[in-house]
């Protein structure tokens, strides 16, 4: 069996929890850069796939899901390989918080999708009702599994007046010693109802490239998009591995 490496930066996107605005936050770095001019391949973790359609008309290539409870980490890892090889980076969307799975192991979870393509994670918090709270947030998923890097928080729906976004920023620096990578007002990004499994479907929107060219001058606006690249350049390299039981979705 040939081993080789191939180097390739990656990100996953995780959160505390649910409806956190994981989605339009990716959605808004994912446009924001395309309009850099960069390559970026997307994937998804979990079964949605309404949510795809919004994810690959942000990059322009299909997006692909992994399954953590379904695919081992090698088989993870190898279609991971396969489709960013050819991209200036992967993004992962997780799905839920970080560590939600259908059980104690983890198996389903973000996390552990994080673990087989070895890739650091940007927390997205929701900060509604929170101030100096936000550290004690971030500072248990930084302990909660020490396999997991956490590098770096992204505040989502920041009050308008500075105070709130100054004492979170403060406070996760100073108790977590984790950058904050960008903080996002509320109600700056789009307003796109949910479904059943995640966000109205593309063809049910028909100003779409109008709405995604919004979502990313909004990101270029709020996120550290060189803070991004650098963490997410900041990885070891990959195995590629041949032989039996390498399967490529």
């Known amino acids: 069996m040939q081993q080789k490496t191939v180097q390739i930066s990656r ?12 989605s339009m936050v990716t959605m808004g770095l994912l446009a924001a850069l395309m309009i850099r001019g960069l390559k970026v391949q997307l994937y998804k973790n979990g079964p949605d796939i309404t949510e795809l359609g919004w994810l690959a008309s942000a990059t322009g290539r299909p997006c692909h899901n992994f399954d953590s409870f379904l695919m081992s980490r090698e088989v993870i890892r190898q279609s991971f390989i396969r489709h960013a090889v050819s991209a ?73 007046r500075p105070r709130h976004e100054n004492m979170m920023r403060s406070a996760i620096e100073q108790y977590c010693g984790l950058p904050v990578l960008g903080a996002i007002p509320k109600g700056v990004l789009l307003n796109i109802p949910d479904q059943h499994l995640g966000l109205i479907p593309t063809d049910e929107r028909k100003d779409l490239d109008q709405a995604v060219e919004e979502i990313g001058q909004t990101a270029l606006k709020y996120l550290d998009l060189d803070g991004l690249l650098q963490v997410a350049a900041n990885v070891p390299p990959l195995e590629i591995t041949g032989g039996e039981g390498v399967v490529f979705p």
């Open 88 to 160: 200036d980076l992967g993004i992962v969307e997780g799905v839920d918080g970080l560590f939600d799975s259908v059980d104690l192991a983890g198996r389903g979870s973000t996390a552990e999708v994080a673990k087989a393509i070895q890739a650091p994670v940007i927390l997205v918090v929701d900060t509604a009702r929170i101030t100096r709270s936000v550290a004690a947030v971030v500072m248990g998923f930084m302990r909660f599994d020490p396999d997991i890097r956490l590098v770096g928080v992204i505040l989502n729906r920041v009050a308008a």
């Open 11 to 22: 990100l996953v996107i995780g959160a505390p929890k649910g409806r956190s605005g994981k």
